[in-house]
């Protein structure tokens, strides 16, 4: 899940010459927790427990939803980290990334590097000793796919990275379900693309309003080579897709009342936002004016609630 959270932080001191390691022990430990990227980790795991719930039909075992929540951490802390290593170049140069631990030398490179290949490796091992292997291949695929073909290869060329490159963010779901069935069905595959669609939409509006960063970086996020109206077309075109795919898992069984009510409230109030950026940006409104991130933050509540109620669901059937 390419999930995101702004990053408010003033511009940090790029190419220090102090070395990592006469940095202060507390505050090295804290660097390596910001490589995992702990805030955006938190919405993976929003769309990992509730599915938990609704493969169970009722509470899964706690200590399963224990193992699958550290194993997702380490995971996407593992590809976070690496992304991090890979991107260390452009973000010196953004506003918003400049006080990440590479940028201002308080972890190294290399350190950056064994530490998310750790990650990567230990995740993997979890998932596969105490959950269930098909759990693992889920898990290391979706490193795999964000480091290799978002990071690597999407990223710095085409618009449609955010598109393609949020796969990655949409297999907590899967990896949810096969947590508990050791299986899949078409209930996962389902909020699978809920959250493929969502991403977008999710991460759109944000590029809006940092765009001169990306542009300064070459990074064409669809912001940077659109402009405000046509991208807002894309975000309203998207979020009619999501709310209908959300849609999907009542007809075919898998939820009740609950989830429906929840699912058309919130995609009802989505799309009245993403119209109303729309209406804006056909009006040429620019600046604060513009008010793309009232969708942003939206966007997060959004996928809160619904996640809620597919968890909550089973237990009003």
């Not at 039909?57 to 802390?77: I, R």
């Not at 091992?125 to 105490?130: A, D, I, P, Y």
């Not at 907590?172 to 379900?177: A, K, N, Q, S």
């Not at 799309?271 to 950026?277: C, K, N, Y």
Request: hydrophobic content about 55%; aromatic content about 12%; some cysteine.
């Amino acid at each position: 899940m390419r999930v995101t959270a702004v990053e408010s932080r003033p511009a940090g001191i790029v190419g220090t010459s102090q070395s990592p390691s006469h940095r202060p022990f507390g505050a090295r430990v804290g660097a390596f927790v910001a490589l995992t990227k702990p805030r955006i980790i938190e919405l993976l795991l929003i769309t990992t427990v509730p599915v938990m719930f609704l493969a169970q039909q009722g509470v899964p075992d706690l200590g399963l939803v224990l193992l699958t929540c550290v194993g997702g951490y380490l995971s996407a802390g593992g590809a976070n980290a690496l992304n991090m290593y890979l991107d260390r170049d452009i973000d010196a140069l953004m506003d918003r990334t400049s006080q990440r631990p590479l940028v201002t030398g308080m972890v190294s490179p290399r350190e950056c590097l064994a530490f998310g290949i750790t990650l990567a490796v230990v995740s993997t091992l979890l998932f596969g000793l105490t959950v269930n292997w098909l759990s693992a291949w889920l898990s290391l695929g979706a490193l795999l796919f964000y480091v290799v073909v978002y990071t690597m290869i999407l990223k710095r060329r085409t618009a449609q990275n955010i598109v393609w490159g949020g796969i990655a963010g949409c297999m907590p779901v899967l990896i949810g379900w096969s947590a508990v069935t050791n299986s899949m069905s078409w209930a996962p595959v389902i909020l699978f693309l809920v959250i493929f669609f969502w991403t977008p939409p999710h991460y759109w509006p944000l590029s809006m309003k940092v765009k001169e960063d990306y542009a300064r970086v070459g990074v064409p996020m669809l912001p940077v080579v659109a402009g405000n109206k046509a991208v807002a077309k894309q975000i309203v075109l998207y979020s009619w897709v999501m709310v209908a795919v959300s849609l999907l898992l009542t007809p075919l069984g898998y939820t009740g009342w609950f989830y429906t009510a929840v699912a058309l409230a919130a995609g009802g109030w989505w799309l009245w936002e993403a119209h109303a950026l729309l209406n804006r940006a056909k009006s040429e409104v620019t600046g604060s004016k513009l008010k793309e991130m009232r969708l942003f933050h939206w966007s997060i509540t959004y996928v809160s609630l619904l996640f809620v109620a597919v968890a909550v669901d089973p237990f009003l059937r």
